[in-house]
C-alpha cells in the first residue's frame, strides 16, 4: 500500500512487472486503492518459435488469470518484455488468452520488435519505446545504445514544450512509454547487510572490491550521492 500511494503521489494510475507476475498481496493492495497492474509472463526475449515456449507461455498464462484474474486492479497483460522473433506464435497466444478471459487488456509484448516497432493487431495496447522512425515516434527521453551519442538525456528540446504527442498520434490503441528511464546510479554499500541467502549481493561486493582498490573508498558516498542528484534531473526532464 505504501509503495503503491507513493506512486499515486507522483501521479502515475498503474505499475509495469517487467517479466514477472506480483504476489496476491500486489493485487490485493492495488485494489484498494484502486491503481492498475500490468503483470506479464516470465519471458525477457524468449525463442518464440519453439512450440514448447508458446506452449508453457499459454499454460502459465492460464494459471495467472485463474489465481489473479478476479482482482479488479488486473488490468493489463503482457506476454512479456522485448520479444523479437515468433510474432505469429505471439499472436497465436494473446488471441487464446482472450478466448479463455477476455477482462485484461492483452499485448503480445511489450517493446516487440524493438528494432522495428510496429503494433500487432491483436494488442489492445501498445508498449513501446518509439510508435515510429525519426524523433516523432520516440516515446522516451533516453535511449541507451539505440540512439547515440549516449548521454543524459538524449532527445532535443528540453524544457515544457517538449511532449509525445506526436508519437501518440501514431497508434490507435492506448501507448504506455517503455522503460522511460534507466538511469544508472552509484551503490549504496550500506544495503549490502539487508540482503541475505540467495539474494546475496555479490555484484555489489565486486563494486566495493574495485573502489577499494582504486584507493577511492573514501568517495563511495560522495559517488552515489552525486549520481542519484543527476538521477533526479534526468527523471525530471
Same mark, same amino acid.
Given at each position: ?14 505499475v509495469?512487472f ?6 496476491d498481496a ?5 485494489d484498494?486503492?484502486g491503481?492498475? %497492474?500490468?503483470p ?5 526475449g /524468449?525463442?518464440? @518459435?519453439?512450440?514448447?515456449? +508458446? *506452449?508453457f ?5 492460464k494459471?495467472?488469470?485463474d ?8 488490468v493489463?497483460?503482457?506476454l ?30 511489450s517493446?516487440?520488435d524493438y528494432?522495428k516497432?510496429h503494433r500487432y493487431a491483436?494488442d ?7 510508435s ?9 527521453g ?5 540512439? %547515440?551519442p549516449?548521454g543524459?538525456?538524449?532527445?532535443? /528540446?528540453?524544457? @515544457?514544450?517538449?511532449?509525445? +504527442? *506526436? ?23 550500506s544495503e ?5 541467502g540467495v539474494?546475496e ?7 566495493r572490491?574495485?573502489?577499494?582498490k582504486?584507493?577511492?573508498a ?8 552525486a549520481?542519484g542528484?543527476l538521477?533526479a534531473?534526468?527523471y525530471?526532464?
Open positions: 500500500r505504501s509503495y503503491f500511494r507513493t506512486v499515486k503521489d507522483y501521479g502515475l494510475n498503474h509495469r517487467h517479466s514477472w507476475c506480483p504476489p500486489a493485487f490485493q493492495a492495488a484498494e486503492l491503481f492498475y %497492474l500490468q506479464e509472463l516470465p519471458f525477457f /524468449g525463442d518464440w @518459435t519453439n512450440p514448447q515456449v +508458446s *506452449s507461455a499459454l499454460d502459465e498464462a494459471r495467472i488469470l489465481a489473479y484474474g478476479n482482482h479488479p486492479s488486473f493489463m497483460f503482457s512479456g518484455n522485448e520479444p523479437t522473433c515468433g510474432g505469429d506464435a505471439r499472436v497465436e497466444v494473446a488471441q487464446a488468452l482472450r478466448a479463455y478471459d477476455p477482462r485484461p487488456l492483452y499485448a503480445q509484448g517493446n516487440a528494432s516497432p491483436c489492445d495496447f501498445w508498449c513501446t519505446f518509439r515510429t522512425g525519426g524523433a516523432e515516434g520516440n516515446v522516451r533516453s535511449y541507451s545504445h539505440c540512439d %547515440l549516449l543524459d538525456v538524449q532527445l532535443a /528540446g528540453r524544457g @515544457t514544450v517538449r511532449d509525445f +504527442s *506526436s508519437a501518440v498520434a501514431h497508434s490507435s490503441v492506448p501507448l504506455i512509454g517503455h522503460e522511460t528511464g534507466q538511469y544508472q546510479a552509484y551503490p549504496d554499500y549490502i547487510a539487508k540482503y541475505t539474494l549481493p555479490l555484484n555489489l561486493k565486486i563494486f572490491e574495485r573502489l577499494v582504486a584507493g577511492l573514501d568517495r563511495a558516498d560522495d559517488f552515489h550521492r549520481s542528484a538521477q534531473l534526468n525530471r526532464e
